[in-house]
């Protein structure tokens, strides 16, 4: 049975950083996409960054040049470095998986992910 376990979110304030870890047990296939979501209040979950088996990342805009996503295979954890935090980064944040030969343009999309976590809090004060 697969599971996924976020965690490392909290309380920064806007400049900050964080490192949030998502723990996977359990086997799902040797090609997967795994990515990060973020849902803050009222709004619609989205995507932020993507990695694909062969390492390959994808990150949203709105996060480029401040968020790393990353995965340590041999331990099957997934990471996301968040520098230079603001407030509009607040939000429920999620890893999630799929069976995948690779993350497509479709990585930002929660519909086409399988596996989910059950999300850290990241808050982010002015």
């Known amino acids: 049975q697969v599971h996924l376990e976020e965690s490392g979110g909290g309380s920064v304030q806007a400049g900050g950083s964080l490192r949030l870890s998502c723990t996977q047990s359990?086997?799902?296939?040797?090609?997967?996409?795994m990515a990060w979501f973020r849902q803050a209040p009222g709004k619609e979950r989205e995507g932020v960054a993507s990695?694909?088996?062969?390492?390959?990342?994808k990150h949203a805009d709105s996060v480029k040049g401040r968020f790393t996503i990353s995965k340590d295979n041999v331990e099957n954890i997934l990471y996301l470095q968040m520098n230079s935090l603001e407030p509009a980064d607040t939000g429920m944040y999620y890893c999630?998986?799929?069976?995948?030969w690779g993350c497509g343009s479709w990585y930002r999309q929660s519909k086409f992910y399988n596996y989910w976590g059950q999300g850290t809090q990241v808050t982010v004060s002015s």
């Open positions: 999630a998986a799929t069976v995948s």
């Open positions: 359990g086997y799902i296939s040797s090609s997967i996409c």
């Open positions: 990695i694909d088996s062969a390492g390959t990342t």
